[in-house]
């Protein structure tokens, strides 16, 4: 239930080698640069992105992952800080344990990967603990190398560098890995826009009341963006919520002096990352739930065997179509395939079943966009044809009746061939009106189909209306 699928993006394609190439190496140094516009010279950054962004490259690129696109980062890495004048032993250890970090992660997530054809598909809490795993190990190699040049223990920095590593990748990966290109909603609507709203104000309130416990506040708010927004919108808004507050938390220690202050600054971290858990959480269960909906509404809406719709179905679609339509003429067909029970009984349940499903398709052609087609149960179909005369409901349902006429089934060897007969009513529906007189011309057409078995099968019957403006002979 809690999990993410990461879709490979097609934003690159794996041939262009030399081009992918170029983007790997361009992106790692401008993350190197942004990364390095927050970190304050001679202490440990604030808020250090690049390998939570650069796991979430390998993770949506997985062509990325090859030991030399790995160096080619790593390259890049200490050439950046060899440009910086960083070229000390210490600087190269912190080099190597931010691609130890990428590594580990990058590994641990793709090694979750089941098979070739379907997308990764990763359980949230998995993330997190892949992303607290990854910060452990890395931060011992990197707070070892800035020790190396510090005044401070190897414990602050530890703890310290951990929390960064850890928070950063928490806020940054869900995003990076479930965003599709498509954040703006199809319309605007005000009441959308409230978690949102709310979210501001409760990130106002956090930034002035100050406190650890402030950075809970927003939590009720990032919920509701999560009940309310898809998931890559809900990963975005924690994302910026857990970064703003990050900022505002180290900051205001970083300045009064970081060394007093070790314990708050990794407990606010911690606390943010453990925040930025539930609404991502709760957002990915919002979206299973969607799609459980959606798929078991599909399987009510259409007949499982023939795959038109089902009586329920039709329904649902004319309640769906009388909020749109004023005042209109209605036609409704009622089709019987002819001694259907002898095809069993011949042939078997399994050749019935083939009949039923050819036969759908074959109605479902002949009417194509001019109506709706749905099995009412058993060997009896509908068609309801909105939008159109008398003559036209019985010029289709005649059409419907050749087709099946000359229509034939192969079935072990043997060709079978079948008869259908067809009632017709017609009738308007007035505003918010469709469903009760879909159902008045349902019975109607009842009784006209039974005029048509009574007749002999094979044949449409009508209300004399129409018969008569067609000059064609009633079946009764
Ligand atoms: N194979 C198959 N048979 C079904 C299904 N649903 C209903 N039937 C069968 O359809 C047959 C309908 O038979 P009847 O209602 O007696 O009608 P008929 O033989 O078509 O005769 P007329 O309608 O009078 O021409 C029954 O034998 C049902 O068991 C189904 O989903 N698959």
Not at 355 to 380: C, H, N, S, Y
Request: aromatic letters at 8%; one cysteine or more.
């Amino acid at each position: 239930m809690h999990k993410l699928t990461i879709h490979p993006s097609t934003m690159l394609k794996e041939e262009n080698t030399l081009f992918n190439t170029i983007v790997l190496t361009v992106t790692t140094l401008v993350l190197f640069l942004a990364s390095s516009i927050l970190q304050q010279t001679g202490h440990l950054a604030l808020f250090w992105p690049l390998n939570a962004v650069l796991v979430g490259l390998f993770l949506r690129f997985p062509f990325f992952n090859r030991p030399y696109n790995y160096l080619i980062c790593l390259l890049v890495l200490l050439l950046c800080n060899a440009a910086c004048g960083n070229n000390d032993a210490g600087s190269v250890l912190i080099t190597l344990s931010n691609m130890l970090f990428v590594v580990i992660l990058a590994k641990a997530i793709l090694n979750e990967k089941k098979t070739p054809e379907e997308p990764l598909k990763l359980n949230v809490l998995r993330l997190y603990s892949y992303c607290l795993l990854s910060a452990l190990i890395s931060s011992l190699l990197g707070s070892y190398g800035f020790g190396l040049t510090s005044h401070q223990t190897f414990p602050d920095i530890y703890s310290v560098w951990f929390s960064e590593q850890f928070s950063t990748s928490v806020l940054v990966l869900p995003f990076l890995l479930t965003w599709n290109g498509n954040l703006l909603p199809q319309k605007f609507d005000l009441r959308r826009v409230m978690p949102l709203g709310l979210l501001i104000l409760s990130i106002t309130a956090s930034a002035n009341s100050g406190g650890i416990g402030s950075l809970a506040v927003t939590l009720p708010a990032l919920i509701w963006c999560a009940i309310s927004y898809s998931l890559p919108v809900t990963c975005l808004l924690t994302q910026l919520t857990g970064i703003a507050e990050v900022l505002m938390v180290d900051s205001h220690w970083m300045y009064s002096g970081i060394n007093g202050h070790i314990t708050q600054i990794v407990s606010a971290r911690m606390g943010i990352a453990s925040v930025a858990i539930s609404p991502v959480m709760v957002a990915v269960s919002v979206q299973a739930i969607n799609m459980l909906v959606k798929q078991l509404s599909a399987r009510a809406n259409y007949d499982f065997l023939t795959r038109v719709h089902s009586r329920f179905g039709l329904y649902e679609k004319l309640r769906l179509q009388d909020e749109k339509t004023v005042n209109t003429a209605l036609n409704v067909l009622l089709l019987d395939i002819d001694h259907f029970k002898s095809i069993n009984d011949t042939h078997g349940h399994d050749c019935g079943d083939s009949v039923l499903t050819e036969f759908a398709r074959r109605v479902k052609d002949v009417v194509g966009d001019k109506g709706i087609v749905a099995r009412m149960g058993g060997e009896e179909f509908a068609v309801v044809m909105p939008d159109a005369c008398g003559d036209n409901g019985y010029l289709l349902a005649e059409e419907i009746r050749a087709e099946i006429e000359q229509m034939e089934v192969n079935w072990e060897g043997e060709t079978l061939s079948l008869t259908v007969s067809i009632g017709l009513s017609h009738g308007q529906a007035a505003r918010r009106q469709l469903v009760d007189a879909f159902d008045k011309l349902l019975s109607e057409a009842d009784r006209y189909l039974y005029q048509s078995k009574k007749a002999g099968r094979n044949r449409t019957s009508a209300a004399p209306a129409v018969m008569d403006k067609l000059l064609v002979p009633s079946a009764s």
